[in-house]
């Protein structure tokens, strides 16, 4: 079992930045890929950011490419997504989830693929 929590979101302003964290628990946190997605209202979760499980490669929607940084500290057993330029259309609870390393990373944006999934931080955006 792997056990995920976020922090880190809020209300900021258009062009403001946030930082989320997700901290985790149990198995080795090193032996997981880890992926952030977001959920607006009525729509369906969307894939923002993954990365390997060494950190070394990191991978981007066409959306957020250039304003989000994801990146990982196996020691703290911690993953982070920094947003800079923020959008309204950012607005959403965001979500980290963890899937087993040896899946290829040609899966990564897709949420079935993810064992395990935290339970979400609310970004809002204000215009």
């Known amino acids: 079992q792997v056990q995920l929590v976020e922090s880190g979101g809020g209300l900021v302003q258009a062009g403001g930045s946030l930082r989320l964290s997700c901290a985790a628990s149990?198995?080795?946190?090193?032996?997981?890929?880890m992926g952030w997605f977001r959920q607006a209202p009525g729509k369906e979760r969307e894939f923002v950011a993954a990365?390997?499980?060494?950190?070394?490669?990191?991978y981007y929607a066409d959306s957020v490419k250039g304003r989000f940084t994801v990146s990982r500290d196996n020691a703290k057993n911690t993953m982070y997504l920094q947003m800079n330029s923020l959008k309204p259309e950012d607005t959403a609870v965001y979500y980290c989830?963890?899937?087993?390393?040896?899946?290829?990373?040609?899966?990564?944006?897709?949420?079935?693929?993810?064992?395990?999934w935290g339970q979400g931080t609310q970004v809002t955006v204000s215009s």
């Open positions: 990365i390997s499980s060494g950190g070394s490669k990191t």
């Open positions: 149990g198995r080795t946190f090193s032996s997981y890929a």
């Open positions: 989830a963890a899937v087993p390393a040896y899946y290829s990373a040609t899966l990564y944006t897709r949420p079935n693929v993810y064992n395990y």
